[in-house]
């Protein structure tokens, strides 16, 4: 039986990678009592793992993948021998650009928080410990490449966010951290049952089990399809509910209008990539036959959440949901790319994880900053916020238009790449998917609408004039009297911007250059398109055929 061979200086890093947010959320409990400190040392924390991302990064060479290497920067060490498992880990380039956009994301969400007031009886340090540990577990999903390491990772990131949610959370948080945890274990379980199938299959086949992914992949061409299909569903429902894909999705609104808005962005930014990154590194390539097989009923549900999220983004209240059923939307998307067999399409899926990362997380930030200013959730409550702040409006319209995948903002190239290399294999799922494009417009326009554009209005954003003295009970407002007065409603602070220039530099890089993170992805699209054993459509840089 083959196992991950230890690569020298590929060991350090990425076992560095995993033990530093650990060891900064352990060190938060001894700074319990000294705010300063524990934000100080938290910050430290993930801008040092920040730098070693950029180092893995740089570490990781493209052209050995685009040669033949599955995995870079590997390191393997027994962990239970009885039952064939290692402490194994190693990145592809999907891999890479994940771990990247976590790392990228968790210093600019530290400083978001900043200066956030807790529920009554919370510590900044246990907030703080509970971000790192997420971000620690997060790698460790995309990192691993011993199945069982996976699944212990993909039960164990429920914890830190369950506690997010329900400790940190709004008024319904207890309800929606139980939903979130219940449906996301039951789906973990599932995956549970499919993974001893799958390590009963090795052994039938090796003489040995192994969870090792490099073994389990070498012998998928060998499963019969039947057992495949059973395999294939325990991971894909655990993988579905992660996404969520519809009808999998009921606990996400609930999860991102009651969690706070850090972790708000590492649930829909981050953690649901699990999910599709899962399509992709174990579906695909460990159950090829019945990925094939399955993909329509695939396709349809992916087609039905672009329009089902679409639709009910327009009839929400609450922004945080709204921004929650725009996601489901664009998880559609993801999934038809992942589901449609070409390279482009793949690529597309896998650059759209990350750009679905960067600018629902700044929608979610503006949301953030409005509930911040105004004290309300509903986007009734606001109106002419343009008015009274400007530079907020126009980076509240970036994210708008980054979501809806405007040319010349990130999200465009991925959903270009998702519908140009799907169209080839699935004409008519892909023109049914293009209608949801039409529906983000709307949903989109709407939102900023009715929140940025006309008269000052609104009770959140009256109600904010009003204490700042602008304006009576029932007076008109003067925007420029309450903008000179520099309180109520006030535009973005120093530190907020901050948080916000780093997301709108890379929305706009990515939107014209998406070239370096496309170099990195495609040696591991290529890779699982031979995997899957299908001809390729629509070969990378090519066109269809």
Known sequence: MNTIAPDSGGNVLLLVLLALPVLGALAMYPLRRNISAAKGVAMGTALLEFVLVVVVYLSYSTQAAASGTRFQLEFSAPWIPAFGTHFAFGIDGIALVLIALTAFLVPGLMLFAWAEKLPEGRTTSGYFALLLATEATL??????????????????????????????????????????????????????????????????????????????????????????????????????????????????????????????????????????????????????????????????????????GALLAVGQKDMSRFVAYTSIAHFGFIALGTFAFSSQAFAGAALYMVNHGLSTGMLFVMVGLLVARGGSRLISDYGGVSKLAPVLAGCLLLAGMSSLALPGTNSFVSEFLVLVGSYPREPVYTILATVGIVFAALYILWFYQQTMQGPVRGNAVIGALERAGAGGPGAMIDPNVAAKRGSGFPDLTKREIGVLAPLIVVIVVLGFFPGPLLDVINPSVAATMQEVGLPDPVPLGGIAR
Not at 150 to 158: I, K, R, T
Not at 201 to 211: I, K, N, P, V, Y
Not at 223 to 241: C, E
């Open 139 to 308: 790698i460790g999903v995309f990192a691993a490449t011993d199945v069982f390491l996976f699944y212990v990772f993909f039960e164990a990131m429920l914890i830190p966010m369950y506690f997010l949610i329900g400790r940190f959370g709004g008024p319904n948080r207890q309800y929606a951290s139980v939903k979130f945890f219940l449906y996301s274990l039951l789906g973990g379980l599932i995956m549970l049952a499919s993974l001893i199938g799958l390590y009963a299959t090795s052994a039938e086949q090796l003489g040995q089990g192994t969870f090792t992914w490099t073994d389990l992949q070498a012998i998928a061409a060998h499963t019969p399809t039947s057992t495949q299909i059973w395999l294939f569903l325990g991971f894909f429902v655990a993988f579905a509910i992660k996404a969520p894909l519809v009808p999998f999705h009921t606990w996400l609104p609930d999860a991102s209008a009651e969690a706070p808005i850090v972790a708000a962005v590492l649930l829909v930014g981050v953690l649901d990539k699990v999910g599709t990154y899962g399509f992709l590194r174990y579906c695909l390539p460990l159950f090829p036959e019945a990925s094939k097989t399955l993909a329509p009923l695939v396709l349809i549900l992916a087609v039905i959440g672009i329009l089902y």
